[in-house]
Antibody, heavy 125, light 108 residues
Framework: QVQLVESGGGVVQPGRSLRLSCAASGFTFSSYGMHWVRQAPGKGLEWVAV????????YYADSVKGRFTISRDNSKNTLYLQMNSLRAEDTAVYYC??????????????????WGQGTLVTVSS | DIQMTQSPSSLSASVGDRVTITCRASQGISNSLAWYQQKPGKAPKLLLY???RLESGVPSRFSGSGSGTDYTLTISSLQPEDFATYYCQQYYSTPPYTFGQGTKLEIK
């Protein structure tokens, strides 16, 4: 069965860095686009970043562009999110999610069919 | 960027009720819309995609419809486990993969 397990969250001071990981299993990781989505406490879902199946393309939300970097290691079935220059407003639960591959997609984009359980990042002095 | 607006933001209903949640896109999204359910402390779960197609394993009391800019999620007969927050998301014009702000469905 598909499993996505995030790790790396914690408490970090403003301006510092943190790297999140998402270990994938139960599917051919190298075939799927992968996303990070976050949710601030008591708030809604905010899309953060996407990386194509082969790492050739990456896109970011304006709120994190230039500070966060999404990457993947297909040999390790692992997705990463490097977060630099962290701000208080980056405090959130960060979810990794798999983008559906086939079916009712729109051009090169599709819905998110599996999600991890999330990892909490708290930016505070 | 396409903006997604859900209504209502919260809703009180009783077990057995029929409820409808609306999602409006700022421009046409050609049925490229997904609905997710999220329970407190849990990850979102995919319910429907392509506006009306039910994800495997999701009860048939959930249905979706719409076209162009306006879409709805309907629960035909609310069950206790359906009380949660629901989000729509467009994947027609990306990035960004925009979510609606959510609709919290509470027990009356």
């Amino acid at each position: 069965q598909v499993q996505l397990v995030e790790s790396g969250g914690g408490v970090v001071q403003p301006g510092r860095s943190l790297r999140l990981s998402c270990a994938a299993s139960g599917f051919t990781f190298s075939s799927y686009g992968m996303h990070w989505v976050r949710q601030a406490p008591g708030k809604g879902l905010e899309w953060v970043a996407v990386i194509w199946y082969d790492g050739s393309n990456k896109y970011y939300a304006d709120s994190v562009k230039g500070r966060f970097t999404i990457s993947r290691d297909n040999s390790k079935n692992t997705l990463y999110l490097q977060m630099n220059s962290l701000r208080a407003e980056d405090t959130a639960v960060y979810y990794c999610a798999r983008e559906a591959l086939l079916g009712y997609c729109s051009g090169g984009s599709c819905y998110l069919d599996y999600w991890g359980q999330g990892t909490l990042v708290t930016v505070s002095s | 960027d396409i903006q997604m607006t859900q209504s209502p933001s919260s809703l009180s209903a009783s077990v057995g009720d029929r409820v409808t949640i609306t999602c409006r896109a700022s421009q046409g999204i050609s049925n490229s819309l997904a609905w997710y359910q999220q329970k407190p402390g849990k990850a979102p779960k995919l319910l429907l995609y392509a506006a009306s197609r039910l994800e495997s394993g999701v009860p048939s009391r959930f249905s979706g419809s719409g076209s162009g800019t306006d879409y709805t999620l309907t629960i035909s007969s609310l069950q206790p486990e359906d009380f949660a927050t629901y989000y729509c998301q467009q994947y027609y014009s990306t990035p960004p993969y925009t979510f609606g702000q959510g609709t919290k469905l509470e027990i009356k």
